[in-house]
Nanobody
């Protein structure tokens, strides 16, 4: 199982980015997929998750209304659309596959991460 993130970069405050999480070696359809981020000196934080059982999505208050997770099973890819970005969103973003179809079951396979920097 392999996950590869892409789409990170440098963006000004208020801007947008769309991150992609492409899977290889397995089918994303059967797994919950989460997005996490970690900034230097800070703990890893979950920023979104989408289940595979019913497509339920989850967001913490810090990103609710600004981030949207979606999945394209035909492309075996999950996306994270990030709008109204703030400097505090600066971090390395990782996607991870759940052990099952629920966002509550833990995550076992991780990508290598993509850097997002929000700065003017």
């Amino acid at each position: 199982m392999r996950l590869a993130e892409s789409g990170g970069g440098l963006v000004q405050p208020g801007g947008s980015l769309r991150l992609s999480c492409a899977a290889s070696g397995f089918t994303l359809d059967y797994y919950a997929i989460g997005w996490f981020r970690q900034a230097p000196g800070k703990e890893r934080e979950g920023v979104s998750c989408i289940s595979s059982s019913d497509g339920s999505t989850y967001y913490p208050d810090s990103v609710k209304g600004r981030f949207t997770i979606s999945r394209d099973n035909a492309k075996n890819t999950v996306y994270l659309q990030m709008n109204s970005l703030k400097s505090e969103d600066t971090a390395t973003y990782y996607c991870a596959a759940g052990y099952g179809d629920s966002c509550n079951g833990g995550f076992g396979s991780w990508g290598q991460g993509t850097q997002v920097t929000v700065s003017s």
